[in-house]
């Protein structure tokens, strides 16, 4: 079971815990009452979908014996107008920077990645359209 707890800290601001012990702050933008102190929930979503496929993707190059030097994910989302304003719509890019990578390889993590093994992902995409895509940048 994945636990959290999140406790008002007053005004806008909100102090969420992992169960596995690990903290952070959100809040507001001050045209809605915030201090602008950390980051909004729908930011979270972005980045927690990032993270995951992101380390699905780490992990499956460096188990091809890929070079990878660093890796940056891109994501964007569109928002409805109306509340409860949900995503519609989510774009993720994966910039893979590495030595020699081979683009076969690249292909195949991002595609294991964003159809069988990014939960987040899966959660995600039965409430908005996602539509991912990667470019390599190799380094010396």
Known sequence: MI????KWAG????IGQSGTGH????????DFGGYDSGMRPMELLL?????????DIVSILKKKKQDIRGLEIKVNAQQAEKYPKRL????????VKGKSLSEEAVKRAVEL???KYCSVKA??????????SYKIENVD
């Open 88 to 95: 519609t719509e989510i774009s993720i890019e994966f910039i």
């Open 123 to 132: 959660t995600l995409e039965h409430s908005a359209k996602i539509i991912h």
């Open 47 to 55: 980045i927690g979908l990032g993270g995951c496929s992101g380390m």
């Open 23 to 30: 903290a952070m702050v959100m809040d507001a933008n001050p």
């Open 11 to 14: 005004d806008m601001q909100f």
């Open 3 to 6: 636990t959290a707890k999140v």
């Open 113 to 115: 990645s964003m159809e």
